[in-house]
């Protein structure tokens, strides 16, 4: 049984003020849950339906059990389905050095969605971290966590100071630009940096000035622009070519 | 002004009952709404605040001022802006032949926002024309609708019976499967179909054995699946190689 200021707490994960400050965050449906399980991050509690708990046998954390209506009145998805986990936040302390790897630069993300799906996308095509400006949708807003598909256990994401970063380091810089060379004429080399900018601006002028490779994707139609996390599996498949 | 009752049919357009049945769908925002203009849809009305029929000149259609209350009041998005436009749905006549165009399949695509991605991503690569199995996120969903970004009004969707259409035309099929045959090396001719399947379950085993090329988008990290518009994007943008 679960009393009335826990469901509070875990019902004020839909609020910013609320998943931004706790040191905590919600991971929900059966298929994250497992991602949560099998990654290496800490897991406080879990709350879930007693099929879900038979299924999985003993767990070394706090399982809860609960009904079909109190997870519905827990839970923020339209469709709740069997469990809801708390989890600890992880700092990102150890970056994979720079010169070492492949990383990916987000100049303002706006929607929880194509944050979340870029980090899912990341995670397909192997990188390692994502590095995001301060004013990129929060990566522990349930939404982001929910739309990365597990990604977010294995892409570490870390909010920086981009301008520092890409002045520290001399590395060749990606950058997604309408104006950019056809990347079809544009080798990627294996390390670096990618950016990608913000849904309707693109990526400021701040930020804009540290890119060696401008690249855009041709376009053929009539389309204004990509969504941007379309735009980064297309860039990022051409960068395993 | 506008009374109630035309109030309360404009709200209508939330529910599924009420798009899916009327001869006429809602589009919203100043940028959607000029795609509409700018089209050769038939508009039928428009409601919009007095700073946007200041910019907007004279319209050779209704316009009804409305106040910001009001459109808050008529608007289905969380941050209204400006302008809500009712058009007239178009049936679909008069496709272009198969065999002369390179069309799009979708079998199950479940989210609008991901149908409304992929129509969007069609019409950056300049695909003429997109068949949905007859269970696809119907295509005037408001949220369709918002999420292609104008090119609903350029991509000509149909839905139709596509085992019906593949049994008749023996063209290329490429099918998006995951283990398919790498998409690095295949070559994708420029008239065909792409068949993309449903978010979680691919495509199914009845459409499945109409595809005479099984391509995948190679795999570097752990993500179980990629978005189905971000697939889409990667596999038009390599078609266009």
Redesign the interface.
Known sequence: MINNSELKYIQSFAHKKHWAEESTFIVEGPKMVQELINSNWTIKKIYATADWIQAQGVLPVQVVEIDQIMLGRMSQMQNPHQVIALAEKESFLKPVPYHETFSLLLDGIQDP?NLG?II????????KQILVAEDTAGFYNPKVIQST???CF??KVASVNLEEVLSANKLNVYGALLDGAS??ETKMESKGFLMIGNESKGIGSQLAKYITHPIS???????????A??????LL??W??
Chains 1, 2 share one sequence.
Do not use: C, Q
């Open positions: 969605g799906t899912r996308t990341a995670d397909w095509f192997g990188i598909m597990g990604g294995r892409v990347m079809y994707i041709p376009k053929y139609g009539n389309a204004e622009s990509l969504n996390a379309v735009a980064t599996g297309i498949a051409h395993k070519i």
